[in-house]
T-cell receptor, first 117, second 110 residues
């Protein structure tokens, strides 16, 4: 089955800790994304990557970091610098721009709910 | 002003009702319009997309775009309890990035 997996499903963090959220896809997609979803605010883009070893900041990158060492993996680290990290985090992927039409459908993982204790 | 605005609801309807979900957008240059459905504690999944103006129908779902008023709608006919979810409108603004609405939570009561 092709798809996107995220782990863990639920994550609890103490104040001052860094935590890393996993995202893996076996769709052979070039582009991957991280979103944060808060009640009433929709999806906000944290980081995105169009190709291995390259990534760009989204709208709310402060307090987060990413890496893209492999095509299928795009982990997100929530650092202690993120002041309000409690949220639902969604990872997505899409095919490359060069092989798509005018837009890329994004396929989403099941999400990770992070709670700061 | 947000690029895409959506009434958060919640919207509660009886089974079999016709549901209308709506978004407005700010940039007249937008050409593609998408609707995602998100069940509770799950990731969103693409439901439908439309290009430019007009209607697109898929079973009980109809997506409609009115570019003159910058208004997009999703209609659900004969709504079912299984349609209970949050519906997000989305507009791609370059090849890789989207503006998402805040989502409307729909509850269809049996």
């Amino acid at each position: 089955d092709g798809g996107i997996t995220q782990s863990p499903k639920y994550l609890f963090r103490k104040e001052g800790q860094n935590v890393t959220l996993s995202c893996e896809q076996n769709l052979n997609h070039d582009a991957m994304y991280w979103y944060r979803q808060d009640p009433g605010q929709g999806l906000r883009l944290i980081y995105y990557s169009q190709i291995v070893n390259d990534f760009q900041k989204g709208d709310i990158a402060e307090g987060y970091s990413v890496s893209r060492e492999k095509k299928e993996s795009f982990p997100l680290t929530v650092t202690s610098a993120q002041k309000n990290p409690t949220a639902f985090y969604l990872c997505a992927s899409s095919i490359s721009v060069q092989r798509a039409g005018p837009y890329n459908e994004q396929f989403f993982g099941p999400g990770t709910r992070l709670t700061v204790l | 002003q947000k690029e895409v605005e959506q009434d958060p609801g919640p919207l509660s309807v009886p089974e079999g009702a016709i549901v209308s979900l709506n978004c407005t957008y700010s940039n007249s240059a937008f050409q593609y319009f998408m609707w995602y459905r998100q069940y509770s504690r799950k990731g969103p999944e693409l439901l439908m997309y439309t290009y430019s103006s007009g209607n697109k129908e898929d079973g009980r779902f109809t997506a409609q775009v009115d570019k003159s008023s910058k208004y997009i709608s999703l209609f659900i006919r004969d709504s079912q309890p299984s349609d209970s979810a949050t519906y997000l409108c989305a507009v791609p603004y370059n090849f890789n990035k989207f503006y998402f609405g805040s989502g409307t939570k729909l509850n269809v009561k049996p």
